[in-house]
């Protein structure tokens, strides 16, 4: 069965960095293209970002202003988003998500979502 399996996440103080996972089973990342999202309270689901072998990383929310990495561990089916700096704005459940082959900004073009993951950012 194909799955997102989400780790990461917490409370952090602002200012400081975090590394959210996303471990594919059952799902080729070679053909499959994993995007993350966050979701802030009483807010809609926005895209951040995302990793295929044919787009490379794609940035989709400018506003984050270069504050995250994605990238990509082929030997252990995992794609990791980094994101430093992070803001109280920052806090929100983010999501990782896959699609076949491209990317897209698009979240009704994902198919199987991770568990998601709560990230708070306070001090």
């Known amino acids: 069965q194909a799955q997102l399996e989400q780790s990461g996440g917490g409370l952090v103080q602002p200012g400081g960095s975090l590394n959210l996972s996303c471990v594919a089973s059952?799902?080729?990342?070679?053909?499959?293209?994993i995007g993350w999202f966050r979701q802030a309270p009483g807010k809609g689901r926005k895209a951040i970002g995302c990793?295929?072998?044919?787009?490379?990383?794609?940035r989709y929310e400018d506003w984050m202003g270069g504050r995250f990495t994605i990238s990509r561990d082929n030997g252990e089916n995992t794609v990791l988003l980094q994101i430093n700096n992070l803001l109280p704005e920052d806090s929100a459940v983010y999501f990782c998500?896959?699609?076949?082959?491209?990317?897209?900004?698009?979240?009704?073009?994902?198919?199987?979502w991770g568990q998601g993951t709560q990230v708070t950012v306070s001090s």
């Open positions: 998500a896959q699609r076949m082959y491209r990317c897209s900004r698009d979240i009704g073009a994902y198919g199987i």
């Open positions: 059952g799902i080729e990342l070679d053909y499959n293209a």
């Open positions: 990793i295929s072998r044919s787009d490379g990383t794609m």
